[in-house]
């Protein structure tokens, strides 16, 4: 199996800075994407940031400019620097991968448990 393990949320207030990490383990041979996407009370949820292995990002218009999506492939780790944070970034954020464990195998998606930013005003 595969696990993204995620870590770094908290309480912070506006205009503070965060930063998310998730690492993933297990039987990886290649990881294509990985992201984070957030989900807030009542909402469906909806993607952040995402970074492929070869560079490239994709963010949401909502946090263009304030956040940061980086990776590590080497450690199958992904970060989230969240700069200027605003009340409305507060939601459960939750790190995604698309992971094939194996040369003969297509990707499967993974998803971590999920970690709370909170960000008062």
């Known amino acids: 199996q595969v696990q993204l393990v995620e870590s770094g949320g908290g309480l912070v207030q506006a205009g503070g800075s965060l930063r998310l990490s998730c690492a993933a383990s297990g039987i990886i041979y290649q990881i294509n994407v990985m992201g984070w996407y957030r989900q807030a009370p009542g909402t469906q949820r909806e993607l952040v940031a995402s970074l492929t292995s070869g560079g490239s990002t994709s963010y949401a218009d909502s946090v263009k400019g304030r956040f940061t999506i980086s990776r590590d492939n080497a450690k199958n780790t992904v970060y989230l620097q969240m700069n200027s944070l605003k009340p409305e970034d507060t939601a459960v954020y939750y790190c995604?991968?698309?992971?094939?464990?194996?040369?003969?195998?297509?990707?499967?998606?993974?998803w971590g448990q999920g970690t709370q930013v909170t960000v008062s005003s």
């Open positions: 995604n991968a698309d992971v094939r464990r194996s040369l003969h195998s297509g990707p499967v998606d993974y």
